[in-house]
């Protein structure tokens, strides 16, 4: 994978810095390559866009509800629900 | 404070202790609302497993009878949820025809095409920037509109992290018991699935905003 080749003490090429981006926002880099990817950041002129991006689809992604439940399936949730609640009910008898 | 035992969640900090308290006491109307909270991911998550969306339906709705069956005897050594999105997988798994497959870690591709890139590995052809206009609510509701229909392109285990963690807002750790995953493979997923998102947005923005 690109970035991973890349020598320690030499700058990273933006090519491999958003190869970095999860690791970076999960916390998972080695501090000699954060420090990297966080001096790439600061002077470089587009990578902190591309890493503003990144968040937002996160932000955004984390904004979907999902799909409601259709009625159809709500009945035959409760169907299952009540049919559990009968077997319970004759195994407690 | 008391801290919790080792590999146990804190009741108290789940946030769907209520709801299973109440469905613990035999409250219907709490089964009903927890179909509701997550019917969506489980549909979503069973959905990589199987041949069809009606094999989806019904393991999920064997899951919720595995739920129904085994929440007097669950123990909160996970959250409520990982424990249900396990329940799924493993009934999508039984029901399904695809074996849980190893993620392949080196093939991959770049998550920007190498073209956008000079021969240094700077950018010839930058991001263009979006993430201002993102600001406006109306905007921000059609981009998030845009990345639901991309989910759908995605390839199921992608598709399935960015579900778990960036949807439904579970930890690293979490996605890894659900999915049975190596956290590197995790992140690997993570990556390559929140990238392709990005990607489309950026592609289209021109006609999303």
């Given at each position: 994978m690109i970035g991973l080749s890349q020598r320690p003490g030499r700058k990273l090429a933006c090519q491999q810095a958003v190869e970095l981006v999860t690791g970076y926002l999960e916390g998972a880099l080695p501090r000699a390559q954060r420090r990297r990817f966080e001096a790439h950041l600061t002077s470089c002129a587009d990578c902190p866009e591309y890493l503003a991006q990144i968040r937002v689809i996160i932000a955004l992604t984390g904004s979907i509800t999902p799909g409601d439940l259709t009625s159809r399936m709500r009945d035959d949730l409760i169907g299952l629900y009540r049919r559990w609640r009968a077997d319970e009910d004759q195994g407690i008898r | 404070m008391r801290l919790p035992a080792l590999g146990t969640t804190a009741v108290s900090e789940d946030p769907d202790s209520a709801l299973v308290g109440r469905l613990r006491a035999g409250d219907e109307q709490a089964f009903v609302e927890l179909a509701e909270k997550y019917q969506g991911a489980m549909l979503s998550l069973a959905r990589g497993y199987v041949p069809s969306i009606a094999v989806a339906e019904e393991a999920v709705q064997d899951a919720w009878l595995g739920v129904l069956r085994g929440i007097g005897r669950f123990e909160w050594r996970s959250s409520f949820r990982t424990w249900l999105f396990r329940i799924v997988v493993n009934r999508a798994v039984s029901a399904g025809i695809r074996e849980r497959r190893t993620v392949p870690v080196d093939d991959m591709e770049p998550v920007v095409d190498a073209s956008q890139f000079d021969a240094g590995g700077g950018?010839?052809?930058?991001p263009e920037p979006w993430t201002d206009a993102a600001d406006d609510k109306v905007i921000a509701a059609k981009i998030s509109a845009r990345i639901l229909t991309a989910m759908d392109d995605l390839p199921p285990r992608q598709r399935e992290v960015v579900t778990l963690r960036d949807v439904q807002g579970l930890s690293s750790e979490e996605v890894c018991t659900v999915l049975d995953l190596s956290q590197a493979n995790q992140r690997v997923l993570l990556h390559r699935g929140r990238s392709r998102l990005r990607q489309v947005v950026e592609s289209e923005f021109g006609s999303i905003r």
């Amino acid at each position: 994978m690109i970035g991973l080749s890349q020598r320690p003490g030499r700058k990273l090429a933006c090519q491999q810095a958003v190869e970095l981006v999860t690791g970076y926002l999960e916390g998972a880099l080695p501090r000699a390559q954060r420090r990297r990817f966080e001096a790439h950041l600061t002077s470089c002129a587009d990578c902190p866009e591309y890493l503003a991006q990144i968040r937002v689809i996160i932000a955004l992604t984390g904004s979907i509800t999902p799909g409601d439940l259709t009625s159809r399936m709500r009945d035959d949730l409760i169907g299952l629900y009540r049919r559990w609640r009968a077997d319970e009910d004759q195994g407690i008898r | 404070m008391r801290l919790p035992a080792l590999g146990t969640t804190a009741v108290s900090e789940d946030p769907d202790s209520a709801l299973v308290g109440r469905l613990r006491a035999g409250d219907e109307q709490a089964f009903v609302e927890l179909a509701e909270k997550y019917q969506g991911a489980m549909l979503s998550l069973a959905r990589g497993y199987v041949p069809s969306i009606a094999v989806a339906e019904e393991a999920v709705q064997d899951a919720w009878l595995g739920v129904l069956r085994g929440i007097g005897r669950f123990e909160w050594r996970s959250s409520f949820r990982t424990w249900l999105f396990r329940i799924v997988v493993n009934r999508a798994v039984s029901a399904g025809i695809r074996e849980r497959r190893t993620v392949p870690v080196d093939d991959m591709e770049p998550v920007v095409d190498a073209s956008q890139f000079d021969a240094g590995g700077g950018w010839r052809v930058p991001p263009e920037p979006w993430t201002d206009a993102a600001d406006d609510k109306v905007i921000a509701a059609k981009i998030s509109a845009r990345i639901l229909t991309a989910m759908d392109d995605l390839p199921p285990r992608q598709r399935e992290v960015v579900t778990l963690r960036d949807v439904q807002g579970l930890s690293s750790e979490e996605v890894c018991t659900v999915l049975d995953l190596s956290q590197a493979n995790q992140r690997v997923l993570l990556h390559r699935g929140r990238s392709r998102l990005r990607q489309v947005v950026e592609s289209e923005f021109g006609s999303i905003r």
